[in-house]
């Protein structure tokens, strides 16, 4: 079954801790996505890869951190330096510029 | 900076209707447009796609136009149901070296009551 998982589906943060959420793909796509959305703001980009072991800042990547050691993963680590953590998390992958979306994660932070 | 707007914020229609959901983009150098859906709590779903050379492309009830020149697109739902209750958002992919990145409107909530 092809597709984009994401994990956990809720993940709650206490302030000062660093979580990772993750993103696995089996569609065989190159470029992957983090993409972050809030009440009102739509979704904004985070970081993304095109390739592996190579990805470039978004519109507001501060506070993030992201590898790409395999083409199906794409992890995504939100740091305490991050001050507003609590939001949507969505990441997508593409081919031929054509994005697909997974499931999303939601963090809080308590 | 590409900026993309979509109105209405939000609609309500009886069961039935025919409805437009418009969405409009301020840089016209645009590699592709697609249209999504999204559920409550859920992620997107891809409705359309349309490369920057075509002019609308069609899924069963949908419908998606695009006129790159005044930088506007249109989503045409036919004989909408409730299960097409959702929140439908509009992006675009930036030509050149930034087409990997979309940027999206802030959507359109429908709500199609029985």
């Known amino acids: 079954d092809g597709g984009i998982t994401q994990s956990p589906k809720y993940l709650f943060r206490k302030e000062g801790q660093n979580v990772t959420l993750s993103c696995e793909q089996n569609?065989?796509?190159?470029?992957m996505y983090w993409y972050r959305q809030d009440p009102g703001q739509g979704l904004r980009l985070i970081y993304y890869?095109?390739?592996?072991?190579?990805?470039q800042k978004g519109d507001i990547a501060e506070g993030y951190s992201v590898s790409r050691e395999k083409k199906e993963s794409f992890p995504l680590t939100v740091t305490s330096a991050q001050k507003n953590p609590t939001a949507f998390y969505l990441c997508a992958s593409s081919i031929e510029r054509e994005q697909f979306f997974g499931p999303g994660t939601r963090l809080t932070v308590l | 900076k590409q900026e993309v707007t979509q109105i209405p914020a939000a609609l309500s229609v009886p069961e039935g209707e025919n409805l437009v959901l418009n969405c409009s983009f301020t840089?016209?150098?645009?590699?592709?447009l697609q249209w999504f859906r999204q559920d409550p709590g859920k992620g997107l779903t891809s409705l359309l796609l349309?490369?920057?050379?075509?002019r609308e492309q069609t899924s069963g009830r949908l419908n998606a136009s695009l006129d790159k020149s005044s930088g506007r697109s249109t989503l045409y739902i036919a004989a909408s149901q409730p299960g097409d209750s959702a929140t439908y958002l509009c992006a675009v992919a930036g030509s050149g070296g930034s087409n990997y990145k979309l940027t999206f409107g802030k959507g359109t909530l429908l709500t199609v009551n029985p």
């Open positions: 569609l065989n796509h190159d470029a």
């Open positions: 349309i490369q920057s050379s075509q």
């Open positions: 890869s095109q390739i592996v072991n190579d990805f």
């Open positions: 840089d016209s150098a645009i590699y592709n």
